[in-house]
């Protein structure tokens, strides 16, 4: 959104509009935003560029429960949609070593946005990393309390490492259930989502080229 022309975002946004696409802004923007200590001003000049959804994050207790809900309000005021998204505490500031939250964590922190109209929890594909074999445990209690209808686990980016998010939605799917939401999906990625679902592991072309993922055509 930074250093992008006016005028093109709007064309852009328009045209995702005309599709049924809500664009929403990551939790990358709102954590800039704190950074510079313009919070207020970038919700609104978001929403006035034609962004209909804002992600929040936990902020670990850095941003007190009155201004986070000031600026979901403010969101609101603006006519936007909330996403939370849940991400370990590296996600938010440096530390020495990132761990990963617990069900009550997870959802003492959501519970806020949700009860002000956020319509998803989004948890971040680093906290699920960092969950390793206590990720369908201690998920699933959060699933549980919530409903499965507003939960979304991310995919990793091929920014961060090319195929990994082959094997996170066939690991999200045999976790949380073939029908659990994902998302950070690629356009290249979204016809493969349907038969990941069922079952079947297509595009055998990624299999010659990564074989890496020769291990998860049985999986």
């Known amino acids: 959104v930074l250093g992008h022309p006016e005028a093109w975002l709007k064309r852009k946004l328009t045209l995702y509009k005309r599709y049924s696409i809500q664009p929403y802004l990551d939790h990358g923007f709102f954590l800039r935003a704190y950074r510079k200590g313009v919070v207020d001003e970038a919700i609104e000049a978001a929403a006035n560029l034609g962004f209909s ?8 207790d850095d941003v007190p429960n009155w201004q986070l809900k000031n600026w979901r309000q403010r969101a609101i005021d603006c006519g936007m949609d909330l996403i939370y998204e849940h991400h370990p505490e590296s ?31 989004l948890i971040d594909h680093e906290e699920i990393e960092l969950q390793a074999e206590g990720a369908k445990e201690v998920l699933s209690e959060v699933i549980e309390y919530f409903g499965s209808d507003r939960m979304a686990f991310e995919v990793t980016s091929p920014k961060e490492a090319e195929m990994t998010w082959y094997s996170n939605i066939i690991d999200y799917f045999q976790l949380f259930g073939n029908d ?5 999906i690629m356009p290249s990625q979204v016809m493969l989502i349907d038969p990941l679902r069922s079952g079947d592991r297509p595009a055998d072309i990624l299999f010659e080229r990564y074989p890496e993922l020769s291990q998860l055509k049985n999986k």
């Open 53 to 60: 959804v804002m992600e929040f994050m936990n902020t670990f």
């Open 91 to 121: 996600g938010w500031r440096k530390v020495e070593r990132a761990i990963a939250s617990n069900a009550k964590e997870i959802i003492s922190s959501a519970e806020p946005f949700l009860e002000h109209g956020a319509f998803t929890v």
């Open 180 to 184: 659990c939401n994902i998302t950070n």
